[in-house]
């Protein structure tokens, strides 16, 4: 059983690393170079999407990481999980503190009622993503690890 959630979490845990990788060096780089306002209401959509199913994805990847912990406390790499779930941790602190409040006045923002300063907004979030994506490759590295 212990195995079976290993993998889980594992693959649950690297396809959020996978959309997260592709946000930050596929999609917004695509939608950045839209013209006019395109990207813009493409960013604004794109937070309203995954502005709904990215934070059951953060914290169920904490949870399944916190069984693992638990479950395979005294098994080889569990040190290993646990600081993955730190990593982990992180990431939705840095997510709620940093690029959520971004992304909430990103969503709402059409052409006609967004800020002088919306660009800058939107580079700053980049910025904070690439730490985050950063942070959580760390993680899924280290539960991949902890499979060995």
């Known amino acids: ?29 695509i939608l ?24 059951v994805w953060y914290i169920g990847s904490l949870v399944l990481v916190g069984i693992w912990a638990v479950a395979g406390w005294h098994h080889h790499g569990a040190s290993l999980v646990v600081t993955a779930g730190a990593l982990l941790m992180l990431s939705v602190v840095m997510s709620i503190l940093l690029l ?9 923002w059409t052409p006609e009622n967004r800020p002088e300063d919306w660009k800058e907004q939107l580079s700053r ?3 904070f993503h690439y730490v985050r994506v950063a942070v959580i490759i760390a993680a899924f590295a280290l539960l991949v690890t902890a499979l060995s």
């Open 100 to 108: 959520v409040p971004i992304n909430n006045r990103n969503r709402a």
């Open 125 to 127: 979030w980049d910025r």
């Open 32 to 55: 950045n170079a839209l013209p006019e306002d395109s990207g813009q209401l493409g960013h604004a959509h794109g937070g309203r999407m995954l502005g709904a199913v990215m934070p």
């Open 1 to 29: 059983m212990l195995n079976a959630l290993e993998v889980v979490t594992t693959v649950v845990v690297g396809v959020m690393v996978g959309v997260e990788f592709s946000v930050a060096f596929v999609i917004n780089p």
